[in-house]
Protein backbone atom coordinates (compact mmCIF):
# COMPACT_ATOMS: atom_id res chain seq x y z
CA UNK A 1 0.00 0.00 0.00
CA UNK A 2 2.43 2.69 0.80
CA UNK A 3 4.50 1.66 -2.25
CA UNK A 4 1.55 2.35 -4.37
CA UNK A 5 0.80 5.80 -2.56
CA UNK A 6 4.81 6.36 -3.15
CA UNK A 7 4.30 5.73 -6.86
CA UNK A 8 1.20 7.73 -6.99
CA UNK A 9 2.48 10.87 -5.53
CA UNK A 10 5.63 10.58 -7.55
CA UNK A 11 3.45 10.35 -10.69
CA UNK A 12 1.08 13.37 -9.28
CA UNK A 13 4.23 15.15 -9.27
CA UNK A 14 5.35 14.32 -12.63
CA UNK A 15 1.72 15.37 -14.17
CA UNK A 16 1.48 18.61 -12.46
CA UNK A 17 5.58 19.61 -13.44
CA UNK A 18 4.67 19.02 -16.88
CA UNK A 19 1.49 21.19 -16.86
CA UNK A 20 2.99 24.03 -15.22
CA UNK A 21 6.23 23.55 -17.61
CA UNK A 22 3.68 24.02 -20.47
CA UNK A 23 2.03 27.09 -19.90
CA UNK A 24 5.05 28.66 -19.11
CA UNK A 25 6.02 27.69 -22.52
CA UNK A 26 3.30 28.93 -23.97
CA UNK A 27 3.53 32.19 -22.37
CA UNK A 28 6.91 32.83 -23.51
CA UNK A 29 6.27 31.84 -27.04
CA UNK A 30 4.10 35.35 -27.65
CA UNK A 31 6.81 37.29 -26.99
CA UNK A 32 8.93 39.29 -28.72
CA UNK A 33 12.49 40.01 -28.20
CA UNK A 34 14.33 42.78 -29.90
CA UNK A 35 11.71 43.84 -32.22
CA UNK A 36 9.53 45.11 -33.99
CA UNK A 37 11.35 48.23 -34.12
CA UNK A 38 10.52 51.56 -35.79
CA UNK A 39 12.27 54.20 -36.88
CA UNK A 40 12.32 58.15 -37.82
CA UNK A 41 13.56 59.68 -41.04
CA UNK A 42 15.66 62.04 -41.09
CA UNK A 43 16.65 62.96 -44.70
CA UNK A 44 20.03 65.12 -45.28
CA UNK A 45 23.64 64.71 -47.38
CA UNK A 46 26.80 62.90 -46.08
CA UNK A 47 30.09 64.38 -47.46
CA UNK A 48 32.97 61.98 -47.94
CA UNK A 49 35.67 63.58 -45.54
CA UNK A 50 38.55 60.93 -46.27
CA UNK A 51 39.14 57.93 -48.31
CA UNK A 52 42.38 55.96 -46.90
CA UNK A 53 43.60 52.50 -48.43
CA UNK A 54 43.79 49.73 -45.44
CA UNK A 55 44.90 45.74 -45.43
CA UNK A 56 41.08 45.20 -45.98
CA UNK A 57 39.78 47.61 -48.37
CA UNK A 58 39.17 51.55 -48.00
CA UNK A 59 38.48 52.93 -44.51
CA UNK A 60 35.91 55.85 -45.54
CA UNK A 61 34.95 58.13 -43.63
CA UNK A 62 31.97 61.04 -43.57
CA UNK A 63 30.09 63.31 -42.31
CA UNK A 64 26.43 63.88 -41.92
CA UNK A 65 24.19 66.89 -42.35
CA UNK A 66 20.38 66.93 -41.44
CA UNK A 67 17.73 69.12 -43.49
CA UNK A 68 15.86 68.51 -39.57
CA UNK A 69 17.64 68.59 -36.23
CA UNK A 70 16.75 65.16 -34.82
CA UNK A 71 14.03 65.25 -32.08
CA UNK A 72 15.90 62.49 -30.15
CA UNK A 73 18.89 63.77 -28.58
CA UNK A 74 21.37 60.48 -29.03
CA UNK A 75 20.76 60.96 -32.76
CA UNK A 76 22.45 64.61 -33.33
CA UNK A 77 25.48 63.18 -35.12
CA UNK A 78 25.78 66.57 -37.02
CA UNK A 79 29.69 67.24 -38.44
CA UNK A 80 30.49 63.63 -36.27
CA UNK A 81 32.58 61.59 -39.04
CA UNK A 82 31.55 58.36 -39.79
CA UNK A 83 32.55 54.96 -41.13
CA UNK A 84 30.96 53.71 -44.19
CA UNK A 85 31.02 49.93 -44.28
CA UNK A 86 29.01 47.38 -46.46
CA UNK A 87 25.52 45.77 -44.62
CA UNK A 88 27.94 42.66 -43.47
CA UNK A 89 30.26 44.83 -41.99
CA UNK A 90 33.40 45.26 -44.37
CA UNK A 91 35.11 48.05 -45.78
CA UNK A 92 34.46 49.13 -49.25
CA UNK A 93 36.75 48.05 -51.94
CA UNK A 94 38.40 49.85 -55.47
CA UNK A 95 35.11 48.44 -57.50
CA UNK A 96 33.20 49.89 -54.91
CA UNK A 97 34.55 52.87 -54.70
CA UNK A 98 34.54 53.73 -58.35
CA UNK A 99 31.43 52.13 -59.64
CA UNK A 100 29.52 54.69 -56.67
CA UNK A 101 31.54 57.51 -57.51
CA UNK A 102 32.79 57.49 -54.01
CA UNK A 103 35.79 59.92 -52.91
CA UNK A 104 36.63 62.73 -50.64
CA UNK A 105 34.73 65.84 -51.39
CA UNK A 106 31.83 63.91 -52.72
CA UNK A 107 28.72 64.84 -51.55
CA UNK A 108 25.77 61.67 -51.06
CA UNK A 109 22.11 62.38 -50.36
CA UNK A 110 21.93 60.39 -47.06
CA UNK A 111 19.07 59.34 -44.66
CA UNK A 112 19.66 59.07 -41.08
CA UNK A 113 17.55 56.93 -39.55
CA UNK A 114 16.73 56.99 -35.73
CA UNK A 115 15.18 53.86 -33.39
CA UNK A 116 11.73 55.22 -32.08
CA UNK A 117 10.26 52.00 -31.14
CA UNK A 118 12.08 48.48 -29.75
CA UNK A 119 15.38 47.37 -29.20
CA UNK A 120 17.46 47.38 -32.40
CA UNK A 121 20.40 49.24 -33.72
CA UNK A 122 19.81 53.29 -32.61
CA UNK A 123 21.03 54.87 -35.31
CA UNK A 124 21.21 53.61 -39.31
CA UNK A 125 22.45 55.85 -42.40
CA UNK A 126 21.19 55.04 -45.73
CA UNK A 127 22.51 55.91 -49.31
CA UNK A 128 19.70 55.81 -51.71
CA UNK A 129 22.71 55.75 -54.49
CA UNK A 130 25.09 53.56 -52.91
CA UNK A 131 24.09 49.76 -52.59
CA UNK A 132 25.43 48.59 -49.20
CA UNK A 133 24.81 44.85 -50.25
CA UNK A 134 26.48 45.35 -53.79
CA UNK A 135 28.78 42.56 -52.60
CA UNK A 136 29.77 41.53 -56.52
CA UNK A 137 31.13 45.12 -57.04
CA UNK A 138 33.05 44.99 -53.79
CA UNK A 139 35.44 41.84 -54.94
Known amino acids: MVLMLNWLCMFLSVI ?10 SKEIGRVVGG ?6 YPGKAEVVSVKKGDDGYDVKFTFHSENTPRETYARVEGKPHRLLLTNGSRPKLGFLKKYGIEAGKVLPCNLDVIVKGTCT ?7 TVDLIDYEANQ
Open 16 to 25: LMSVSCAETK
Open 36 to 41: PCGYES
Open 122 to 128: PIIFKFP
